[in-house]
Antibody
Framework: EVQLLESGGGLVQPGGSLRLSCAAS????????MTWVRQAPGKGLEWVSG????????YHADSVKGRFTISRDNSKSTLYLQMNSLRAEDTAVYYC?????????????WGQGTMVTVSS | QSVLTQPPSVSAAPGQKVTISCSGS????????VSWHQQLPGTAPKLLIY???KRPTGIPDRFSGSKSGTSATLGITGLQTGDEADYYC???????????FGGGTKLTVL
């Protein structure tokens, strides 16, 4: 059974940094692209970042480009999202997702999410 | 606004059928697989349909998906009160090199 467990969320001041982690189990991690998706309070889903199975290709939404970096450690079956220069509008639940494809990072299975609050 | 366009809300009576549309362009729906996700109140999203019309294990055949040109449709038959949720379409956009979601559709079972 696919399991994705996010961690690292919390309260951070505007301009600060945070690193999210997603521990994966139940599948061969390196065979699948991975994704971060967020949902601001009361809003819809927003695709944030994706990375290929090998980690050689990564993609980011324009709203986070230059501030967020997605990465993965296949030896630890763990996905990361480094978030810098955080803004109030980054406040959201952040979900980790695994793809069905090694290359295209769209969501096939979801984690439970971790809350990030950016506020002074 | 979202790259993919969905109606904000739909409603129907228990036992009836409803469809939810998702409109895009050649750079996304026109040339990439579409997925549909269900989000029940207060919970994480769950995959309902992938690769336009395939159902993951455990998803009942009351849920179906289709695609035509640059639009996709989610169909739900035999509506139940437990189907009340937000539904999102998702695909890859080759021009943006990013994933994209529709704005979401709130289903009310009257």
């Amino acid at each position: 059974e696919v399991q994705l467990l996010e961690s690292g969320g919390g309260l951070v001041q505007p301009g600060g940094s945070l690193r999210l982690s997603c521990a994966a189990s139940g599948f061969t991690f390196s065979n699948y692209a991975m994704t971060w998706v967020r949902q601001a309070p009361g809003k819809g889903l927003e695709w944030v970042s994706g990375v290929s199975g090998s980690g050689s290709s990564s993609y980011h939404a324009d709203s986070v480009k230059g501030r967020f970096t997605i990465s993965r450690d296949n030896s630890k079956s763990t996905l990361y999202l480094q978030m810098n220069s955080l803004r109030a509008e980054d406040t959201a639940v952040y979900y980790c997702g695994t793809s069905k494809s090694v290359l295209v990072p769209v969501v096939f299975a979801w984690g439970q999410g971790t809350m990030v609050t950016v506020s002074s | 606004q979202s790259v993919l366009t969905q109606p904000p809300s739909v409603s129907a009576a228990p036992g009836q059928k409803v469809t939810i549309s998702c409109s895009g362009s050649t750079s996304n729906i026109g040339n990439n697989y579409v997925s549909w996700h269900q989000q029940l109140p207060g919970t994480a999203p769950k995959l309902l349909i992938y690769e336009h019309n395939k159902r993951p294990t455990g998803i009942p055949d009351r849920f179906s998906g289709s695609k035509s040109g640059t639009s996709a449709t989610l169909g739900i038959t035999g509506l139940q009160t437990g189907d009340e949720a937000d539904y999102y379409c998702e695909t890859w956009d080759s021009s943006l090199s990013a994933g994209v979601f529709g704005g979401g559709t709130k289903l009310t079972v009257l």
